[in-house]
């Protein structure tokens, strides 16, 4: 069983700074980027960051220069530093991993290498 698990987030002022973190966790093989997305009631979730095994980062427009993410490979986790935050940043914030995940079924080693998600934390920035 593989788990995404976030924890962070919560209030904020516009302005201010939150911090989330997500650790993955489990059967895991190999993790290859790893990402956070958000997601309003009745919207679409969309893209914030991600960053490669490398530790390449990429930003949407909406958050370049105003948030950081980074891992740590050896502990499985990924960060997302936020600042300058705007009461649109607000929204459920998901953490994701492209994961090889492994299965030992009778000695027999399994992979499956399959997206990931975790539970998903609120954000809320206030002006």
């Known amino acids: 069983q593989v788990q995404l698990v976030e924890s962070g987030g919560g209030l904020g002022q516009a302005g201010g700074s939150l911090r989330l973190s997500c650790a993955a966790s489990g059967s895991i093989l190999s993790i290859d980027d790893m990402g956070w997305y958000r997601q309003a009631p009745g919207k679409q979730r969309e893209l914030v960051a991600t960053i490669t095994s490398d530790c390449t980062p990429y930003y949407t427009d909406a958050v370049k220069g105003r948030f950081t993410t980074s891992r740590d490979n050896a502990k499985n986790t990924v960060i997302l530093q936020m600042t300058s935050l705007k009461p649109e940043d607000t929204d459920v914030y998901y953490c994701?991993?492209?994961?090889?995940?492994?299965?030992?079924?009778?000695?027999?080693?399994?992979?499956?290498?399959?997206?990931?998600w975790g539970q998903g934390t609120q954000v809320t920035v206030s002006s």
């Open positions: 994701n991993a492209d994961l090889t995940a492994y299965q030992d079924v009778d000695d027999v080693f399994h992979f499956n290498r399959s997206q990931y």
